[in-house]
Nanobody, 116 residues
């Protein structure tokens, strides 16, 4: 089992920045990929960014060049640095980890609101 705890959400003005954090505990040695998803009201949950255990990254087209996913191995933490935020980035952001057997784990979600 893997437990995920997110933090860092909040209210920010358009053009601002936020950094989300996700701390993992439990069977972290089994994790193959770490990522962030988001779900806006009335919309399906969508992939924002993913970081593989080998260091490869993948981003949604809508966030490329603005968001960066990174990892601190020593702290079992994955980050999502979000710059140049737009109102359409408003959503609940969820941390996701997937192990080598395909099992997925989710955090509780953190609200990000971009508004003036």
């Amino acid at each position: 089992q893997v437990q995920l705890v997110e933090s860092g959400g909040g209210l920010v003005q358009p053009g601002g920045s936020l950094r989300l954090s996700c701390v993992a505990s439990g069977s972290v040695f089994s994790i193959a990929a770490r990522g962030w998803y988001r779900q806006a009201p009335g919309k399906q949950r969508e992939l924002v960014a993913v970081l593989s255990s080998g260091g490869g990254t993948n981003y949604a087209d809508s966030v490329k060049g603005r968001f960066t996913i990174s990892r601190d191995n020593a702290e079992n933490t994955v980050y999502l640095q979000m710059n140049s935020l737009k109102p359409e980035d408003t959503a609940v952001y969820y941390c996701n980890h997937r192990n080598y057997w395909g099992t997925e784990y989710w955090g509780q979600g953190t609200q990000v609101t971009v508004s003036s």
